[in-house]
């Protein structure tokens, strides 16, 4: 039975080659930055707290708190499995050595399916905005207006652009678009909290009340899982300190240590965006308040001129507010290609997809066709989905994330669990973060996301829905489909290519898989894997 441990202390037993991907280029602050920033705080907010608010109403920051618990343990397997082996490849690499390549498979096409389809949500969010900011709120307004598509298809590839330029040009990016992120995010939360205690916020206000962190007054036990796995969608993200571990300092631990400050980052950021949202806005259902339907896809551009008003001040930090969303969108945009190329890199130098996948740039150190693969998938994705049921079904696949987040984080924590269930004994600190805490985060993921499977049937809960056409024609919604359609298309697509490359999938084939050299830059000894 293989598994992560090689040695049996807890030093790992040597640094592994880097294989391409250039050294050392990322520190502590700068992995904490792409973590928090590869979540899009602002734009995770705008276009999913509302769906929460109708789900649990004011307990939706008790959802906040509840939905980091499990976030957290999870964080702690993969600090474990990176410790031991840091691989660009994370669920995809550990689970295939530990479960076997089958599961590992799966998880690396969890990762790649959430993320093409969340590209197309990111790249339409984008478009419209850029219309907002420049004042043309007529097709701003109209998500499937190919002009919004035009802009989009031109966003994605500006951030593919970026990524494909190196890992430190990424980084500095993030740099610039998170500092606005948070910034405005600050000023909207403490102007909203200080308008409601001043009396000045409208008639749908409330104080911020103790009672909004009970979960037990949520209404019921199906409402309580859907608010979880749409709050999973707004932390989703902060693993990305992990993909770019063979890049980082002191890899075995700097990106597990930065992955785990950044739940607690945006923990903070989410408890109080959230409180002064609903403090401010209310959950009524008419004008600015968040269980008005309208206000569904984009909260701050709702209330954003209500907090500031009309005054030219005002008008300026709305338009601030606005490129606020914009730079969110965009700096997720960058993470999540930064992210896919690197996942498509581990499965390619393992044999698990094409190998030229594998291939590195000589001279930028970055997933060459990984990268490219990455933006014309997001492109065509968008493309296709925008022409669907008027735009409507990209709704749907964002929400269908929530099943492929859950699915790979979960599987992450018990792929820890198992991993390290013989060493437990060595102390009580390898037994909690280890093994207990990541195989109760990954049970309750796997949990919520099964759980959600129930109220993703009921068309109710999905823009577009499709009808069975024959007996016993079942009406099903478009989440459903879309969530359980793709996973089942990864596992087809894994007995297909199982028969035209069975090297990774035969455990019983010992064949040497020989990593492309690495560029000029860095000398660095070839890798032999050998797959067990």
Same mark, same amino acid.
């Given at each position: 039975?293989?598994?992560?441990?090689?040695?049996?202390?807890?030093?790992?037993?040597?640094?592994?080659?880097?294989?391409?991907?250039?050294?050392?280029?990322?520190?502590?602050?700068?992995?904490?930055?792409?973590?928090?920033?590869?979540?899009?705080?602002?734009?995770?907010?705008?276009?999913?707290?509302?769906?929460?608010?109708?789900?649990?109403?004011?307990?939706?920051?008790?959802?906040?708190?509840?939905?980091?618990?499990?976030?957290?343990?999870?964080?702690?397997?993969?600090?474990?499995?990176?410790?031991?082996?840091?691989?660009?490849?994370?669920?995809?690499?550990?689970?295939?050595?530990?479960?076997?390549?089958?599961?590992?498979?799966?998880?690396?096409?969890?990762?790649?399916?959430?993320?093409? +389809?969340? =590209?197309?949500? #990111?790249?339409? @969010? /984008?478009?419209?905005?850029?219309?907002?900011?420049? !004042?043309?709120?007529?097709? %701003?307004?109209?998500?499937?207006?190919?002009?919004?598509?035009?802009?989009?298809?031109?966003?994605?590839?500006?951030?593919?652009?970026?990524?494909?330029?190196?890992?430190?040009?990424?980084?500095?990016?993030?740099?610039?678009?998170?500092?606005?992120?948070?910034?405005?995010?600050?000023?909207?939360?403490?102007?909203?909290?200080?308008?409601?205690?001043?009396?000045?916020?409208?008639?749908?206000?409330?104080?911020?009340?103790?009672?909004?962190?009970?979960?037990?007054?949520?209404?019921?036990?199906?409402?309580?899982?859907?608010?979880?796995?749409?709050?999973?969608?707004?932390?989703?993200?902060?693993?990305?300190?992990?993909?770019?571990?063979?890049?980082?300092?002191?890899?075995?631990?700097?990106?597990?240590?930065?992955?785990?400050?950044?739940? +607690?980052? =945006?923990?903070? #950021?989410?408890? @109080? /965006?959230?409180?002064?949202?609903?403090?401010?806005? !209310?959950?009524?259902?008419? %004008?600015?308040?968040?269980?008005?339907?309208?206000?569904?896809?984009?909260?701050?551009?709702?209330?954003?001129?209500?907090?500031?008003?009309?005054?030219?001040?005002?008008?300026?930090?709305?338009?601030?507010?606005?490129?606020?969303?914009?730079?969110?969108?965009?700096?997720?945009?960058?993470?999540?290609?930064?992210?896919?190329?690197?996942?498509?890199?581990?499965?390619?130098?393992?044999?698990?997809?094409?190998?030229?996948?594998?291939?590195?740039?000589?001279?930028?150190?970055?997933?060459?066709?990984?990268?490219?693969?990455?933006?014309?998938?997001?492109?065509?994705?968008?493309?296709?989905?925008?022409?669907?049921?008027?735009?409507?079904?990209?709704?749907?696949?964002?929400?269908?994330?929530?099943?492929?987040?859950?699915?790979?984080?979960? +599987?992450?924590?018990?792929?820890?669990?198992?991993?390290?269930?013989?060493?437990?004994?060595?102390?009580? !600190?390898?037994?909690?973060?280890?093994?207990?805490?990541?195989?109760?985060?990954?049970?309750?993921?796997?949990?919520?996301?099964?759980?959600?499977?129930?109220?993703?049937?009921?068309?109710?809960?999905?823009?577009?829905?499709?009808?069975?056409?024959?007996?016993?024609?079942?009406?099903?919604?478009?989440?459903?489909?879309?969530?359980?359609?793709?996973?089942?298309?990864?596992?087809?697509?894994?007995?297909?290519?199982?028969?035209?490359?069975?090297?990774?999938?035969?455990?019983?084939?010992?064949?040497?898989?020989?990593?492309?050299?690495?560029?000029?830059?860095?000398?660095?000894?070839?890798?032999?894997?050998?797959?067990?």
């Amino acid at each position: 039975m293989p598994v992560i441990p090689r040695t049996t202390t807890d030093e790992p037993s040597g640094d592994p080659p880097q294989q391409g991907l250039r050294a050392n280029a990322l520190g502590m602050t700068t992995s904490l930055i792409l973590s928090v920033a590869s979540a899009a705080p602002a734009y995770s907010l705008a276009a999913t707290l509302a769906f929460i608010v109708a789900f649990v109403g004011f307990q939706a920051p008790s959802i906040v708190v509840l939905a980091f618990v499990p976030i957290l343990f999870v964080s702690f397997g993969y600090a474990a499995l990176n410790r031991q082996e840091p691989d660009c490849g994370t669920i995809f690499t550990w689970a295939s050595r530990v479960l076997g390549p089958r599961v590992g498979f799966m998880g690396g096409w969890a990762i790649i399916t959430s993320f093409v +389809l969340v =590209l197309a949500s #990111l790249a339409q @969010v /984008a478009g419209q905005y850029v219309f907002i900011l420049f !004042g043309a709120e007529g097709i %701003g307004a109209d998500p499937s207006s190919p002009w919004v598509l035009l802009v989009g298809l031109g966003w994605i590839a500006l951030m593919s652009a970026v990524c494909y330029r190196g890992i430190e040009v990424a980084a500095a990016v993030q740099r610039a678009l998170l500092f606005l992120e948070f910034g405005m995010l600050a000023v909207l939360s403490v102007v909203a909290l200080v308008r409601v205690y001043s009396g000045s916020a409208g008639p749908g206000a409330h104080h911020p009340q103790l009672s909004w962190l009970n979960p037990f007054e949520i209404p019921s036990p199906s409402a309580f899982v859907s608010g979880l796995v749409l709050m999973l969608f707004i932390y989703w993200g902060w693993e990305t300190a992990l993909t770019v571990n063979e890049e980082t300092t002191d890899r075995h631990r700097t990106p597990g240590r930065a992955a785990a400050w950044s739940t +607690l980052t =945006l923990l903070g #950021l989410y408890l @109080v /965006a959230t409180i002064a949202t609903l403090a401010f806005a !209310g959950i009524g259902t008419t %004008g600015i308040g968040l269980g008005n339907p309208d206000n569904f896809g984009d909260v701050f551009s709702a209330i954003g001129r209500a907090v500031f008003g009309d005054s030219g001040f005002g008008s300026f930090l709305w338009h601030l507010l606005v490129l606020m969303v914009l730079s969110s969108a965009a700096a997720s945009t960058e993470t999540t290609v930064l992210t896919l190329g690197r996942t498509m890199l581990a499965m390619g130098r393992r044999g698990a997809a094409p190998r030229i996948l594998a291939k590195v740039h000589p001279r930028y150190a970055i997933p060459q066709f990984g990268t490219i693969a990455t933006g014309i998938a997001g492109a065509i994705c968008y493309i296709v989905m925008n022409f669907l049921s008027d735009g409507q079904v990209i709704g749907d696949a964002v929400s269908s994330c929530g099943l492929m987040i859950a699915f790979y984080y979960g +599987l992450t924590g018990l792929t820890s669990a198992w991993a390290y269930r013989d060493q437990w004994r060595r102390s009580a !600190g390898d037994l909690w973060l280890r093994v207990v805490l990541p195989a109760i985060g990954g049970l309750i993921l796997v949990a919520a996301g099964l759980w959600s499977l129930r109220n993703d049937w009921d068309p109710a809960n999905s823009y577009t829905s499709w009808t069975l056409p024959f007996a016993p024609h079942w009406h099903i919604g478009g989440v459903f489909l879309i969530g359980v359609g793709t996973l089942l298309l990864g596992w087809l697509l894994m007995l297909g290519y199982a028969r035209v490359a069975p090297e990774f999938f035969d455990r019983t084939a010992r064949r040497e898989v020989q990593v492309p050299a690495a560029p000029p830059h860095e000398s660095v000894p070839q890798l032999t894997v050998t797959i067990r």
